[in-house]
């Protein structure tokens, strides 16, 4: 198993600076996702990884061997791509035979290689099809296999998922973390979809215009986001102006003013007063028929009401004229009517005082 040292990564194109002083650790065995928008540079960051982008500032280490200048092929990486990068003319077989050849190793070890991968993948019987006859799965299934069989340092996974529908992307993600935690390898993972990070990974780092916004495990990175981007990029979060006023009660919680009303909110160090933002969850906002008997709730008044199964979600107003989210679950969920005045009452513990 290998860890990745990444410090002080910088990376241009065409005299643009798309990375600027970006610095992370990936520790060995870990499934780490690059968590972000298009645009924001998690498949340049693996790439340069990877080793195809030189970097023009900072080092990149796997343990404690430089690798911020070796070739690709020299840094013994497994790579699985978006759209698969299968040879069409070529057998599943010879496809994930292919690292190997190129490695001269021994046909008897190449069949034996081949056929413990393609079986781990769920792939076996399939040997003698060509990717034409294969369905999006079965290819990124092959193409995981092709990155495994030459035994890798380290997994590299741009995307993987994202060509295939819905219930078919569960299954294989689900087939992936398996594979991974059975062998052990360091991965690194690049995706947009929030809850696929959320369900495969170790460790998220959030990125957002070349920069990583935060890192950590994927719990407290959804109940305690740090800045305003990551609140409400990672889930859904209603995000409201406000001014912190001073320390509360808990010493994890201070008293803000939101829509010209005192709340207290969590947020787990020291603030000083000022400017800052607010994030509540749809799902930990609740109704109170009377928001002025009610502790740290606002007024609103209900614009639009959507039943949507396991949940309600409702649109809110506010005094002001900001609508929020509140998504209701259980037995009550569906008690409000639109056009109802209500009050909305915000968690002390959930609602979570951000930067901006």
Do not use: W
């Not at 994927?218 to 981007?229: D, K, S």
């Amino acid at each position: 198993m290998t860890r990745i040292t990444i410090e002080g990564l910088g990376v241009s194109f065409g005299g643009v600076r798309v990375i600027e002083g970006l610095s992370l650790e990936i520790p060995q065995g870990a499934f780490f996702t690059l968590l972000g928008p298009s645009g924001c540079g998690k498949t340049t960051l693996l790439r340069t990884i990877a080793g195809f982008i030189q970097p023009d500032a900072g080092a990149l280490r796997f343990d404690d061997r430089d690798m911020t200048h070796v070739p690709a092929h020299k840094r013994g990486i497994g790579m699985v791509f978006q759209d698969y990068a299968l040879f069409p003319d070529k057998t599943v077989f010879d496809n994930v035979a292919y690292g190997l050849r190129a490695r001269k190793v021994a046909a008897d070890a190449i069949k034996a290689r081949v056929g413990e991968y393609l079986e781990r993948v769920g792939m076996s019987g399939l040997e003698a099809r060509y990717p034409a006859a294969l369905s999006g799965g079965q290819r990124q299934r092959v193409a995981l296999a092709r990155a495994l069989v030459i035994e890798p340092q380290v997994l590299l996974m741009d995307e993987p998922l994202s060509n295939l529908d819905a219930k078919l992307r569960v299954q294989i993600r689900e087939s992936i973390s398996d594979l991974q935690r059975e062998i052990g390898i360091t991965t690194v993972f690049v995706t947009h979809d929030q809850e696929e990070a959320l369900a495969l990974s170790d460790q998220i780092a959030v990125m957002n215009k070349g920069c990583i916004e935060q890192t950590g495990t994927p719990e407290p990175l959804y109940a305690a986001p740090a800045t305003a981007f990551v609140a409400d990029f990672i889930g859904a979060a209603n995000l409201l102006e406000i001014d912190v006023l001073g320390p509360a009660e808990l010493p994890d919680q201070v008293r803000i003013n939101v829509e010209g009303r005192e709340l207290v909110a969590f947020a787990g160090r020291a603030l000083p007063a000022g400017r800052a933002m607010l994030a509540a969850r749809p799902e930990d906002l609740h109704f109170c028929a009377n928001e002025a008997a009610a502790a740290n709730a606002l007024p609103g008044t209900i614009l639009r009401k959507r039943y949507l199964g396991f949940k309600t979600s409702y649109r809110v107003a506010l005094p002001t004229g900001r609508v929020i989210a509140v998504d209701l679950h259980g037995p009550s969920k569906d008690a409000c009517a639109e056009g109802q005045a209500v009050g909305v009452l915000f968690d002390q513990r959930t609602s979570v005082v951000v930067t901006r």
